[in-house]
């Protein structure tokens, strides 16, 4: 069963920066896509980056490009979400999944949910 725990969250300032962790237990994240996705409160959840596993190719929601860094490292079987110039939008609880989807979900299935971690951005 593939079992990923988010990690990295907290509060920070507007324009301050947070790097969440994605670690695998189970799997080899490797062999996988994988992705950030997040809820912020009566919003739907909504995928914000993922990398591909054959080139390491990431893909960003615009509302985050340039701002957000994804990234994996295979030897730690940990994959990164380096989050900059962090904004009050930007509140929610982030969750990482074995799989790829940016912007809208809803059509997608995924496997059960972690806890994810708390990014809040408020001065």
């Known amino acids: 069963q593939v079992q990923l725990v988010e990690s990295g969250g907290g509060l920070v300032q507007p324009g301050g920066s947070l790097r969440l962790s994605c670690a695998a237990s189970?799997?080899?994240?490797?062999?996988?896509?994988v992705g950030w996705f997040r809820q912020a409160p009566g919003k739907e959840r909504e995928g914000v980056s993922c990398?591909?596993?054959?080139?390491?190719?990431?893909f960003y929601l615009d509302s985050v490009k340039g701002r957000f860094t994804i990234s994996r490292d295979n030897t730690k079987n940990t994959v990164y979400l380096q989050m900059n110039s962090l904004q009050p939008d930007d509140t929610a609880v982030y969750y990482c999944?074995?799989?790829?989807?940016?912007?809208?979900?809803?059509?997608?299935?995924?496997?059960?949910w972690g806890q994810g971690t708390q990014v809040t951005v408020s001065s």
């Open positions: 189970g799997v080899t994240l490797d062999a996988y896509a």
């Open positions: 990398i591909l596993v054959e080139d390491g190719t990431p």
């Open positions: 999944q074995p799989i790829c989807g940016i912007g809208s979900i809803a059509h997608m299935t995924f496997h059960s």
